[in-house]
């Protein structure tokens, strides 16, 4: 590798990073407002960092990270960074990068860059650890490295969640490989690869992504108590998924805020709901008109999971949001249509409320179903 540079900048490389860098300023601000007063640290942590920048001169995820921090004064005083990758060359251009950030000095913990393998030692190293609130970025090139040991032991304390790159195609092709059995295995353990792979046999296409990334999101939430957001990639041309970014947390404010960072950076819109992919063919080959009516189906969900039922809005959208891409916006869009509609009512107790507004507590009365 010449000069710390990649060979290109790909757009999905550079949405993959405005998601990442935009997360993290939006969890960064949240978190340190809760342990300013106790002058406690936050981190960031980078175990596939790269190079610091692209061939045209892009900076990738750590420089724009690093950016953030040096801009703001509280971060500067709190944030922690470590940033790995295996590859020499690729750790040393990133340090170099970094040294010649503007600002740089004013952390006041210096960024700090590895040249380790991600394995087992590692994977131990943070199980035995007490972490600070951390944003943990996976990004291999393929599946090595990336396990559910490793998930679990960086999200497991307070405020630490885990954003990781799925190379949906390298997984896909080696379901069936018993040369990289262990990795698949690692990724969504053994028993799960199992079945996975007996299904497999009869599904091709759509469905067979579908029950990979399904059956991974469960792998990633075994006992129901996390959030786990996928966002697609595709290939050039559409037709094809190339990656899944995948995201987990252990609260729910964290799905919301990163379920709003997807639906901007998302290629397309259907009735007013982001799709939660990009691909590049989007913006060439545009569609006339709109194939699908989400919306309509969110009304007709509501309607029925709800009927008969009275909730403030920030229970209903934390309870019925889950697993779905609607962000509070689409709820807020088809509740206004059904009150006006005289389908519902909603009310703020003890308060005026300006009708068409549906704030956290303004409790809602759905329609006892229809026969």
């Not at 949405?15 to 990442?20: E, T």
């Not at 799925?166 to 079945?195: Q, S, W």
């Amino acid at each position: 590798m010449t000069d710390g540079f990649f060979e290109e900048s790909r757009e999905q490389s550079l949405i993959k990073s405005a998601i990442v860098s935009k997360y993290f300023w939006a969890w960064a601000k949240v978190i340190m407002s809760q342990v300013k007063r106790s002058g406690k640290k936050i981190a960031y942590i980078d175990l596939f960092a790269g190079p610091g920048r692209y061939k045209d001169g892009t900076k990738s995820t750590p420089l724009l990270v690093l950016e953030q921090a040096i801009d703001d004064p509280d971060m500067c005083q709190m944030l922690v960074t470590l940033f790995n990758d295996k590859d020499e060359d690729s750790s040393s251009s990133l340090e170099r990068a970094i040294q010649e950030l503007p600002g740089v000095e004013k952390l006041k913990y210096r960024p700090r860059v590895m040249n380790k393998e991600v394995g087992t030692e590692m994977v131990k190293l943070f199980e035995q650890m007490k972490l600070v609130p951390t944003l943990f970025f996976v990004d291999p090139w393929g599946y090595k490295g990336l396990s559910l040991q490793l998930v679990n032991a960086v999200v497991k304390d307070w405020a630490c969640e885990c954003i990781f790159f799925f190379n949906y195609n390298r997984i896909n092709m080696g379901l069936n490989n018993e040369f990289v059995e262990e990795h698949i295995n690692a990724l969504f353990g053994k028993e799960r690869a199992d079945t996975l792979r007996s299904r497999l046999e009869t599904l091709s296409g759509a469905d067979r992504e579908q029950l990979i990334v399904e059956e991974l999101c469960g792998a990633l939430n075994p006992t129901n108590d996390r959030y786990v957001l996928p966002f697609r990639f595709r290939d050039d041309r559409g037709t094809r998924t190339s990656h899944h970014l995948i995201f987990v947390s252990k609260h729910f404010l964290g799905y919301h805020i990163m379920k709003g960072v997807m639906a901007r950076e998302s290629s397309k819109e259907e009735q007013g709901v982001a799709t939660f992919e990009y691909s590049p063919a989007d913006k060439k080959y545009p569609l006339l008109f709109e194939l699908s009516r989400p919306l309509d189906n969110l009304e007709a969900m509501l309607l029925n999971d709800c009927a008969g039922k009275s909730m403030a809005f920030k229970q209903l959208y934390e309870t019925h949001s889950v697993g779905k891409r609607y962000t509070d916006s689409n709820y807020k869009q088809v509740l206004i249509k059904l009150e006006k509609a005289g389908t519902i009512t909603a009310v703020k107790p003890g308060k005026k409320r300006r009708k068409g507004t549906f704030a956290d507590d303004v409790v809602i009365t759905f329609p006892q179903k229809q026969d």
